[in-house]
């Protein structure tokens, strides 16, 4: 067993293009973009649903 | 002076808004349902930020604390004041970033390779239904047009 390898730690050295994953301006920037994404989402998701909700609570 | 949000037009919808989350019936909701009541009510935060304002909590809190209305409204003005915000044009450079050519547009298959690998991962469903019908027929997306997409809801 060569114990020098296995000390060794797998280099963090991925790009998505040309940019490292470790990037910290890159994440940033990225779950920035992302957040916009997730209220997007969310918000559509409200107004298909809300059409529903009223009729539910119409019912009750 | 809270903003207007796109769904519920009046300040009184806040309080709606909120009851809507409310799935147990004691005017409150969960710990991690905020994120997503901030976000029905026009704001953007990472979930980072989220947790950071609910004050770190454990996954046990996230899932069985309560948080009432008044508990709830000065994380949410917190949220609106933030001077990191995202804009606009902050979404656009952000995906600029990857226009290889320049021309106003990035590849699809980039944008989701990104998106699930970079800052907060999304899941590969989130991307599907972020992205379909947001392709040209080279798969090719024009990041600004898709940038005022996503702000208008």
Known sequence: ?60 | MLPFPPIFYNPPDYKEAFGLFDRVGDSKVAYDQVADIMRALGQNPTNKTVIKILGAPTAEEMANKRLDFEGFLPMLQTVVNDPQKGSFDDYVEGLRVFDKEGNGTVMGAELRIVLQTLGEKMKEVEVDALLQGQEDENGCINYEAFVKHIMSV
């Open chain 1, 1 to 60: 067993m060569d114990c020098r390898n296995k000390q060794r730690p797998q280099p963090q050295d991925e790009d998505i293009m040309d940019i490292r994953l470790d990037d910290p301006e890159a994440n940033k920037a990225a779950a920035k973009i992302q957040a916009s994404f997730r209220g997007h989402m969310t918000r559509k998701k409200m107004k298909d649903d809300k059409p529903r909700e009223e009729k539910q609570r119409e019912r009750k």
